[in-house]
């Protein structure tokens, strides 16, 4: 809410004091267009997919052991239950270490992938930007409401094709 509000005092200012041109751009559509968005994306997928086998694996050896533990407890002598228990309470912290590295595994690999196409989109948009003489630009996503700016989104687009073929060229 606070951003909200200085956002208003910051445009209400500059239109006080000066031109201010405002603009906005659909982000998520630009990113969509990408080949190099679209092959980040499924990548990352194929990634997703890796771990879900791994921790489906895990979880199905977890529910065997859990399974033959009910099984068979009644048979055990308190020495081989605390085995049994301690054997299922291992494969638990093994399911939890193989998930906590997926999940930051995924993390890093989303950084790396995305993280050049989002510097493009910025580069992108600035260049536009200070072509048109822009001030302020805008993602559609964050908007509430407007009435007024300039949809660069097309411009932008060009532009980012053109810095992400050449990016994927290298």
């Known amino acids: 809410m606070k951003k909200l509000i200085a956002l208003c005092v910051l445009l209400t200012a500059a239109t006080v004091h000066g031109q201010m041109t405002l603009a906005y751009v659909n982000s998520q559509k630009l990113l969509d267009t990408l080949p190099s968005y679209k092959k980040a994306k499924s990548d990352l997928i194929k990634g ?9 694996e895990c979880e199905k050896q977890l529910n065997e052991a859990y399974t033959n533990f009910e099984e068979k407890k009644a048979g055990y002598s308190p020495i081989n239950m605390k085995i049994e228990q301690d054997k299922i309470i291992r494969l638990q912290q093994a399911a939890q270490e193989i998930e906590s590295f997926w999940q930051e595994r995924l993390q890093k690999r989303e950084q790396e992938y995305l993280q050049p196409i989002l510097n493009n989109l910025q580069l992108a948009i600035d ?10 630009v805008l993602d559609t996503s964050k908007l509430l409401y407007s009435k007024g700016g300039i949809d660069i989104t097309a411009e932008v687009e060009v532009e980012l094709l053109r810095l992400d073929a050449e990016a994927m060229k290298k």
């Open 48 to 56: 997703q997919d890796s771990a879900y086998i791994e921790l489906r």
């Open 127 to 136: 260049a536009i930007a200070s072509r048109k003489k822009i001030n302020y």
